[in-house]
Structures are given as structure tokens and as C-alpha cells.
């Protein structure tokens, strides 16, 4: 699994060229096989539809089973952000409006946050540089809830109380979107997706040399529109690498809600 993510990391066309070729092969070789069945009379030419017509809709139960897990994981990224974002907002305007000396201090702390955050969306897959966007937040959330703690503590009023759960709601919100970026497909749909497809399309090979058909044009249409789905849907479930990836755009809107002087040079 560790392989397939760093082929995928490095060149979607890669993996899709990869998964294409295994495909392939298992095509080749299915009809390879049928054909030297049929030639000996050693195949039961009855059933063979019925099986591989079984394996490809079981095929298409996954292809739909796992697209739909992608694509609610995408979905929960998209919306962790949105909710985020604004979470930021809200804590940042109730920290202006707070009336507090300690008040001007905790918007700016906020405003770091939403760029450290937008840093955490944007962040590549290596495991070190996510750890210390991590580490850093954690620091920075100590920082603010010092500042809140002590707002509270001195001017104990709803606004100082609205002030404490909008901030905890943020901490919430950065804690949600780090359990969504940390989660991907399980390997084992992964392999069980690329699994079925490859003795699928080997069964299908198998059926075509037992009649005797060579469809060369529609068995390559077939396989990479199998390819493309699965790369699509690996690309989907997979949160730091790939093309289709969560977008900061709403952590910058945000900063520019703060004044002009908040929002940094885009990388």
C-alpha cells in the first residue's frame, strides 16, 4: 500500500499507466488461456458466461461501494474547512468586540491560527512537516486559551462566555479536520477494488479466447475506463496527494475578512 501511495503521489499517470498494464496482462492471459482450453475441448464452454458475468457486477458493487466511501471523505474535508473557517471568524470578531486589554492580542493569535491552518490543508504528505504544523497548533491553542482563561476570569460576563465557546468550538472544529486528514480508504478496499478488477478482466479474457473472439479496441476501452474510476476514486480518498485535494481558499477569505494586513503571499 505504501508503494501504490508513493506511485500515486509521484504521477497519477503513472499509476493510472501501472494499473492499466496489470490489467492487461490479466486480459492477455485470460484469453490465452481460453483459447488453449477451447483448443483441447478441455473447457466447459456453459457457465463461464454466468460466472463472469457474477464478477463483473460484484466488480461494479465495489466500484460503487468504494467510490461512495471517496467521495464522502472528500465531501467531509470540503465541509471540515467551511465550518472551520468560519469558527475562526466568529472567535475573531467576539475577541475584537470583547472590550478586554488582552482583547487585540487574541484576535492576532486567531489570525495566526487561520494561517497556520490553511498551512495544515496545503501541507504535503510528508509526515514531518504535518507533524510540526500540528505541534504548532497545539502551542498556539495553549496560547490562546491562556488569554481567553484570563478574560473569562477577569470580566465573567455572556460576552467573556461567548468569547470561551466560540474559541473551544474552534478547537473542536481543527480537531475534526485533523481526524478527516488523517483518515483515507483502508488498504484492504484497496486491494480487494484492484483485486476484483484485475481477475475480472481476466475472467472476461478467459470467456472471449474459449469463443474464440479477439476485441483488442473494446478490451482496451473496457480496462482503462476500469482505470480511470479507480484512479479517480484513490484520488478522491486520498487527502494530501493526488490532483483532487481541499482547497484553503475558505481560510483566506476568512484572513481577508481580518483587514489586508492579515492575509499572507500565496504559495
Do not use: C
Request: aromatic share 8%; glycine share 8%.
Amino acid at each position: 500500500m505504501i508503494i501504490l501511495a508513493e506511485i500515486l503521489a509521484f504521477s497519477l499517470i503513472a499509476f493510472w499507466l501501472l494499473l492499466f498494464a496489470v490489467q492487461w496482462v490479466a486480459q492477455a492471459l485470460g484469453a490465452w488461456l481460453g483459447r488453449r482450453h477451447s483448443a483441447r475441448g478441455a473447457a466447459p464452454a456453459e457457465g463461464v458466461g454466468v460466472v463472469v458475468g457474477g464478477m463483473l457486477g460484484l466488480l461494479a458493487f465495489v466500484l460503487a461501494l468504494t467510490l461512495s466511501f471517496a467521495t464522502t471523505r472528500f465531501e467531509e474535508r470540503r465541509e471540515g474547512t467551511l465550518m472551520e473557517a468560519n469558527a475562526l471568524g466568529t472567535a475573531w470578531l467576539r475577541a475584537k468586540a470583547i472590550g478586554h486589554p488582552r482583547g487585540e492580542e487574541l484576535a492576532k493569535l486567531f489570525e495566526e491560527y487561520t494561517k497556520l491552518r490553511a498551512d495544515f490543508i496545503t501541507a504535503p504528505p510528508e509526515r514531518e512537516i504535518v507533524r510540526a504544523i500540528n505541534d504548532q497548533t497545539s502551542a498556539l491553542q495553549t496560547r490562546i486559551w491562556e488569554h481567553v482563561t484570563v478574560i473569562v476570569r477577569e470580566k465573567p460576563d455572556p460576552i467573556s462566555s461567548s468569547l470561551m465557546a466560540a474559541t473551544n468550538e474552534v478547537f473542536d472544529r481543527s480537531t475534526a479536520e485533523r481526524l478527516a486528514f488523517g483518515q483515507s480508504m483502508p488498504p484492504q478496499m484497496v486491494w480487494l477494488l484492484m483485486g476484483i478488477a484485475v481477475l475480472s478482466i481476466g475472467a472476461l479474457g478467459y470467456q472471449l479466447g474459449l469463443r474464440g473472439l479477439s476485441l483488442p479496441i473494446l478490451s482496451l476501452l473496457l480496462i482503462g475506463m476500469w482505470t480511470s474510476v479507480i484512479v479517480v476514486i484513490l484520488d478522491l480518498s486520498a487527502p494530501r496527494i493526488g490532483s483532487l485535494r481541499s482547497s484553503a481558499a475558505v481560510y483566506y477569505w476568512t484572513l481577508e475578512g481580518f483587514g489586508p494586513g492579515a492575509v499572507p503571499a500565496r504559495r
